[in-house]
């Protein structure tokens, strides 16, 4: 009943948003729903956490299933609280009409339905169809501004895409041919946890090739290197809140698709999975880290960041075993909020300095002291600097390659964490301090913002710090869901 709830509030603020002429009411309205949401992923959590997963229909929740959940409607909630007066300072310096803004409103909460599917859904059939309808739904919000450039964004970011999905789709097929002589030509061949239960008996050779087909076909949603291109552009042009979705939790969705096939492949054929991945997150890495180097947007630069962490995530799958899962699944949570705080932060620093380039913003510390110490503070963090979350996991998936005798992988793996730390904060270092830039009044954008963006960083710096023993316990315990983690 909690997740029929959960997947309903969402449809129900659409079609009230395109209801209410009140486009105040509608905002907090939002806001209402993503608390709601978030709740109720909280006490379907817990009762997960009880009573096991649930299974009901086409729906299946686990420990992972929740996990992700829980992210997604937190980071939608603190996105709602920040778009209340992101979006309406658009709208009054004539950015955006009021079509425009009815639109917003509708194909975020579209946007986050089709989220929550992916994550709860136990036919990989409907999980298919909902990260295709991700793809459809934040297109829109893509183009928002209606500019060339964002509207070229937004069909680049639906072709590369679809092509993707595309692929991921024969993967799916594959997967299904795979199970038909066990399973039989029944939906239950694209049930998860029938396929689950018998992956032992598919033939692997199917699996090999599905699993190649969904990595680069997920993998091209998730923003894998070399499927990553359409991500710069579309992060880059998509409205602020827009982007923190999209980094925050869309990326984090995709690859949970990866991840539900990357289990029944260890099943049937352990280690040639992590393999497959050690190498799209060592690419990643490394492509990532040169295009942070040379960012002359910071839109961008956070977006190649998006492709790195990615990379790290990826790379925590490749090398494997109980460490290594648990950081990857720790990291995708702080990358999470990490990656929405700094997206939220430049929506802030685009609507005080009309731009989008690194060399022509100066002096955030004196134009908008608060923002620039959040900005500051989260670049420390999304780079992996102590005492924040992002350290604590990617210094878990440096001791789980260690652990496990990958020492190459590691140097390589430490070395361009390095590099990424050095671009991203001599950028970082540049817009916040020196003389500001000419003709920028000073003071805050607006301050309603700032709530989302501190709770965020409070909670890095609190889980960076404290590590709460319940948080250990809850990726231990959705660790445990992939083979060989246990």
Wanted: with cysteine; hydrophobic share 50%.
């Amino acid at each position: 009943m909690l997740l029929e709830v959960l997947l309903i509030i969402p449809l129900v603020i659409a079609v009230l948003s395109y209801s209410i002429k009140n486009r105040a009411l509608v905002q907090w309205m939002m806001v209402a729903g993503g608390a709601s949401s978030f709740v109720i992923a909280v006490l379907l959590g817990l009762e997960v956490w009880s009573d096991g997963p649930y299974e009901h229909s086409i729906w299946y929740v686990d420990q992972l299933s929740v996990y992700m959940l829980c992210i997604i409607t937190f980071v939608a909630l603190m996105v709602a609280t920040y778009s209340v007066s992101y979006i309406r300072h658009d709208h009054e310096e004539k950015e955006i009409g009021t079509r425009q803004l009815k639109m917003y409103h509708i194909f975020v909460q579209i946007f986050l339905f089709t989220m929550l599917v992916v994550v709860s859904s136990n036919n990989m059939g409907i999980m298919w169809i909902a990260i295709e309808g991700t793809t459809l739904a934040s297109a829109f919000l893509v183009g928002f501004y209606e500019k060339d450039t964002s509207i070229e964004a937004a069909w680049k970011y639906i072709i590369i895409c679809s092509v993707g999905i595309t692929l991921a789709l024969f993967g799916t097929i594959i997967t299904y041919a795979s199970s038909t002589e066990v399973l039989g030509e029944s939906s239950d061949a694209l049930n998860w946890t029938k396929l689950r239960d018998a992956a032992p008996l598919l033939e692997p050779t199917f699996l090999k090739i599905a699993f190649i087909f969904i990595v680069i076909g997920y993998g091209t949603k998730v923003g894998l290197v070399p499927m990553h291109t359409w991500l710069p552009d579309a992060h880059s042009q998509a409205p602020s809140p827009v982007s923190a979705l999209m980094s925050g939790v869309l990326l984090n969705c995709a690859f949970y698709g990866i991840i539900r096939y990357y289990i029944i492949s260890e099943i049937r054929v352990p280690g040639f999975a992590p393999d497959l991945m050690l190498i799209f997150g060592l690419l990643s890495l490394f492509v990532a880290a040169f295009f942070i180097l040379i960012s002359r947007d910071f839109k961008r630069m956070l977006a190649y960041s998006s492709v790195e962490h990615m990379g790290i995530i990826s790379l925590g799958f490749g090398i494997g075993g109980p460490l290594g899962i648990f950081g990857a699944m720790f990291h995708m949570l702080n990358h999470s909020l990490t990656k929405t705080l700094m997206f939220l932060c430049t929506g802030n620093v685009v609507q005080k300095y009309n731009t989008r380039e690194i060399g022509e913003v100066r002096g955030m510390a004196t134009v908008m002291p608060i923002t620039a110490a959040l900005f500051l503070l989260g670049a420390l963090a999304i780079t992996g600097s102590p005492p924040f979350g992002p350290f604590l996991s990617e210094i878990v998936i440096m001791q789980a390659g260690l652990s496990y005798g990958r020492y190459i992988v590691t140097t390589v793996y430490v070395l361009l964490l390095v590099v990424v730390f050095a671009g991203f904060m001599y950028h970082v270092s540049r817009m916040v301090f020196g003389e500001p830039t000419e003709g920028v009044t000073r003071g805050e954008i607006h301050k309603l913002s700032l709530v989302p963006m501190t709770i965020l960083l409070s909670t890095i710096l609190v889980i960076g710090i404290f590590m709460p023993e319940e948080l250990t316990n809850i990726l231990r315990e959705v660790a445990k869901v992939v083979p060989g983690s246990g």
